[in-house]
T-cell receptor
C-alpha cells in the first residue's frame, strides 16, 4: 500500500480564493482525520470521520472550513474564502477500527495564503 | 479539557548521548499513550503505542514508559544519532471508542556531532 496520499503537496493562493485539499486514506482503514499544524499551536484536530461519517467537527475553526468524505477512499477539506491566517500544514491520517491501532499520516499539504 | 503537555520544548544533545523526553496528560477517559517522531517536512510516524496496563515499550533505541497513576509518560533515546534530530510528539488516545487522538506540542530534539 502506498500509504496515505495527500494532494497537492504545496499550495499558494491569494486571500479570498477557494482552496481544496485532498486525501486518499489507506485501503481498509475505518477512521480518517484532518489535522492542521502550525508552529504556535502544534497539531490540531479539525475533524474526523468513521466509516465516511463525520464524528467530531468541533475543531473546525469556522464556517469557512468544510470537509467531506463521499466514499471510503477519498476525502476533501475545503476553505472558502481563504485567509492568510489559514496558512499552515494540513495533514490527513487514517487508521483501522480499534483502540490501539496505529494512525498513519500523509506527507501533508503546505498551504500559504497571501 | 483533555490535553497533553510536553517538556522540554526543545533539546540539544551531542551524538552518542542519551536523553529523556517528558509528557503529562489529562485525558479522560484514557485509552492509550503514543509517541510519534516527525522529521522536518514529513508527517508524524508512530514509535510506540501503550495501553494503561503497560509500563514500558521499546522500539530499537527508543523506550517509552507509562505511569497511568500519575498520568505521566517518558521517551528515552539511547545512544543518540544525527538521524534522531526531529520533533517528538506525545499523543493520548481517548477512551470510549471515540478514536480521537490528543496531541502534545512536541519536543524538538537536535543531535549535534
Amino acid at each position: 500500500d502506498a500509504g496515505v496520499i495527500q494532494s497537492p503537496r504545496h499550495e499558494v493562493t491569494e486571500m479570498g480564493q477557494e482552496v481544496t485539499l485532498r486525501c486518499k486514506p489507506i485501503s481498509g482503514h475505518d477512521y480518517l482525520f484532518w489535522y492542521r499544524q502550525t508552529m504556535m499551536r502544534g497539531l490540531e484536530l479539525l475533524i474526523y470521520f468513521n466509516n465516511n461519517v463525520p464524528i467530531d467537527d468541533s475543531g473546525m475553526p469556522e464556517d469557512r472550513f468544510s470537509a467531506k468524505m463521499p466514499n471510503a477512499s477519498f476525502s476533501t477539506l475545503k476553505i472558502q474564502p481563504s485567509e492568510p491566517r489559514d496558512s499552515a500544514v494540513y495533514f490527513c491520517a487514517s487508521r483501522r477500527q480499534g483502540a490501539v491501532t496505529e494512525a498513519f499520516f500523509g506527507q501533508g499539504t503546505r498551504l500559504t495564503v497571501v | 479539557k483533555n490535553q497533553v503537555e510536553q517538556s522540554p520544548q526543545s533539546l540539544i544533545i551531542l551524538e552518542g548521548k542519551n536523553c529523556t523526553l517528558q509528557c503529562n496528560y489529562t485525558v479522560s477517559p484514557f485509552s492509550n499513550l503514543r509517541w510519534y517522531k516527525q522529521d522536518t517536512g514529513r508527517g508524524p510516524v508512530s514509535l510506540t503505542i501503550m495501553t494503561f496496563s503497560e509500563n514500558t515499550k521499546s522500539n530499537g533505541r527508543y523506550t517509552a514508559t507509562l505511569d497511568a497513576d500519575t498520568k505521566q509518560s517518558s521517551l528515552h533515546i539511547t545512544a543518540s544519532q544525527l538521524s534522531d534530530s526531529a520533533s517528538y510528539i506525545c499523543v493520548s488516545g481517548e477512551g470510549g471508542n471515540t478514536g480521537k487522538l490528543i496531541f502534545g506540542q512536541g519536543t524538538t530534539l537536535q543531535v549535534k556531532p
